[in-house]
T-cell receptor, first 117, second 112 residues
Framework: DAGVTQSPTHLIKTRGQQVTLRCSPK?????VSWYQQALGQGPQFIFQ???????QRGNFPDRFSGHQFPNYSSELNVNALLLGDSALYLC????????????????FGPGTRLTVL | AQTVTQSQPEMSVQEAETVTLSCTYD???????LFWYKQPPSRQMILVIR??????QNATENRFSVNFQKAAKSFSLKISDSQLGDTAMYFC?????????FGAGTRLTVKP
């Protein structure tokens, strides 16, 4: 099992550009969450995808959007990049639990380091 | 809104000794989960231990254990017999009905 994989590993963009980050979940997982981790800080929740729909969203502007494909892989898109978007972007996958009140472990990928110049 | 606070930005411990990392949280929810994650310099986040809020018994995973005080909204991590490989950033996290919230992290250094 390859676990959660993300691509690319590193990315350098300039202000105003657009970027797409990719994530493949752990085998058997159907839910993908994205986090932004600024340098020296904890991860901040961006959004979560399940059944190809955005199910939950954190406090991020509409410049941040995503997509989930039928094979459960996911993309994170960021438009009109700002210097403040420079961060490590983490993807985490989990198995959706249909029972109320239960929570399954999230498995994290290695992240994509985005630098905006 | 749920908040997670880790008041120790950095800590160090001698190899083989015990260290405790602190975490407090704020929530109005009654059902939730708490986690400690480890992020080594290689940066991949790894789950260390989890605690369900409805369980009174403190979770234990080998050398790692927690002290969960629900009334005080405190969730500390104790690492016994510290090893050099325990050197990493440690994040406390809360998961309730909505998203998962992380603290700012504690950088732990294990010294030989």
């Amino acid at each position: 099992d390859a676990g959660v994989t993300q691509s690319p590993t590193h990315l350098i963009k300039t202000r105003g550009q657009q970027v797409t980050l990719r994530c493949s979940p752990k085998s058997g997982h159907d839910t993908v969450s994205w986090y932004q981790q600024a340098l020296g800080q904890g991860p901040q929740f961006i959004f979560q995808y399940y059944e190809e729909e955005e199910r939950q969203r954190g406090n991020f502007p509409d410049r941040f959007s995503g997509h989930q494909f039928p094979n459960y892989s996911s993309e994170l898109n960021v438009n009109a990049l700002l210097l403040g978007d420079s961060a490590l972007y983490l993807c985490a996958s989990s198995l959706e639990v249909r029972l109320a009140g239960a929570y399954n472990e999230q498995f994290f990928g290695p992240g994509t380091r985005l630098t905006v110049l | 809104a749920q908040t997670v606070t880790q008041s120790q930005p950095e800590m160090s411990v001698q190899e083989a000794e015990t260290v405790t990392l602190s975490c407090t949280y704020d929530t109005s929810e009654s059902n939730y989960y708490l986690f400690w994650y480890k992020q080594p310099p290689s940066r991949q986040m790894i789950l260390v231990i989890r605690q369900e809020a409805y369980k009174q018994q403190n979770a234990t995973e080998n050398r790692f254990s927690v002290n969960f005080q629900k009334a005080a909204k405190s969730f500390s991590l104790k690492i016994s017999d510290s090893q050099l490989g325990d050197t990493a950033m440690y994040f406390c996290a809360f998961a309730g009905n909505n998203d998962m919230r992380f603290g700012a992290g504690t950088r732990l250094t294990v010294k030989p």
